[in-house]
């Protein structure tokens, strides 16, 4: 009887091993195929969050640095008209008396009054001087531009970069009207 009893649990037990490999022989490619619909749903979820966020960052980018190269572009603009400005309005009595040319003594203020009217306050003048070279002089403005960026200030606290600006021009005595 015991032998009976113990066949019987073995060829139970076979029979219940068969039937679960048949059900996992059966279940085996359907749940491959939906651990991969699964997987693959959250890798593109996942390249989806990536991107956005690469693109928020290259409009950043490009907003910062274009903000950048406008207010490079003004400034640049504004003191080339200053420098003219400067040019235009030489001390006269220097002039005709020695033959020497120097500068107002308020070529300062009008230098950054004019670039203010043209650039705001995005742009100090800091020098207006004269360089004296062996062919003929130049008048000199120095200034500093100050642009703002705000994606950049915001995410990694660079508000705002500062640049160098300098313009050129040449003194030029008797000229009043414009296209002289």
Same mark, same amino acid.
Request: hydrophobic share 45%; net charge negative.
């Given at each position: ?24 022989? *059966?279940?085996?490619?359907? $749940? ?5 619909? @699964?997987?693959?749903? +959250? =890798? /593109?979820?996942?390249? %989806? ?6 693109? *928020?960052?290259?409009?950043? $980018? ?5 903000? @950048?190269?406008?207010? +490079? =572009? /003004?400034?640049?603009? %504004? ?102």
């Amino acid at each position: 009887m015991d032998a009976d009893i113990q066949t019987h649990r073995r060829s139970e037990t076979r029979f219940l091993r068969a039937v679960r490999s048949a059900e996992i022989g *059966f279940l085996a490619p359907h $749940l491959k195929q939906f651990r991969r619909e @699964a997987e693959s749903g +959250f =890798t /593109v979820t996942i390249q %989806a969050i990536y991107y956005t966020v690469l693109l *928020f960052i290259f409009f950043a $980018l490009i907003f910062d640095f274009g903000n @950048a190269g406008f207010v +490079f =572009t /003004v400034a640049s603009n %504004a003191t080339r008209l200053a420098a003219q400005d400067a040019a235009k309005n030489i001390d006269e009595e220097a002039f005709i008396n020695d033959q020497e040319i120097r500068l107002q003594s308020d070529a300062l203020t009008r230098a950054q009054e004019m670039v203010t009217g043209l650039a705001g306050d995005r742009v100090t003048v800091t020098n207006v001087t004269i360089s004296r070279l062996e062919q003929r002089d130049v008048i000199v403005v120095q200034a500093i531009a100050l642009a703002n960026m705000p994606v950049l200030g915001n995410m990694f606290g660079l508000s705002s970069v500062s640049f160098p600006v300098e313009a050129f021009a040449e003194p030029a005595y008797g000229i009043s009207e414009e296209g002289q």
